[in-house]
């Protein structure tokens, strides 16, 4: 069982940064793929990126490529998300999500996610 609490979500102008944070319990966090997603007002969860178990892998959705960097550290149990350069169209809640040996192929896919945490908000100014 893990669970997942986000932080760091906020207001920003357009062009500014946030790093959101998602804290997770449990003592096998490393055998765990972790995607951070996002849903905007009236549409679905989108795929924003992801992050292997060892951290050695990541993959980002081409809306946010190039200024969304995700990390994790697994000494502490976390896997932040540095989002730079913020658009309006960023707005939406960000969710962190897990999956333990979830392969990288198929984690954009937010079905296959089995922990959640319960959101934090974004929201970008123009």
């Known amino acids: 069982q893990v669970q997942l609490v986000e932080s760091g979500g906020g207001l920003v102008q357009a062009g500014g940064s946030l790093r959101l944070s998602c804290a997770a319990s449990?003592?096998?966090?490393?055998?765990?793929?972790v995607g951070w997603f996002r849903q905007a007002p009236g549409k679905e969860h989108e795929f924003v990126a992801h992050?292997?178990?060892?951290?050695?892998?990541?993959y980002y959705a081409d809306s946010v490529k190039g200024r969304f960097t995700i990390s994790r550290d697994n000494a502490k149990n976390t896997v932040d998300l540095s989002m730079n350069s913020l658009k309006p169209e960023d707005t939406a809640v960000y969710f962190c999500?897990?999956?333990?040996?979830?392969?990288?192929?198929?984690?954009?896919?937010?079905?296959?996610?089995?922990?959640w945490g319960q959101g934090t908000q974004v929201t970008v100014s123009s």
């Open positions: 449990g003592r096998t966090f490393s055998r765990y793929t």
């Open positions: 992050i292997s178990g060892s951290g050695g892998s990541t």
């Open positions: 999500a897990a999956r333990i040996y979830l392969a990288t192929g198929s984690a954009t896919m937010s079905n296959l996610y089995d922990y």
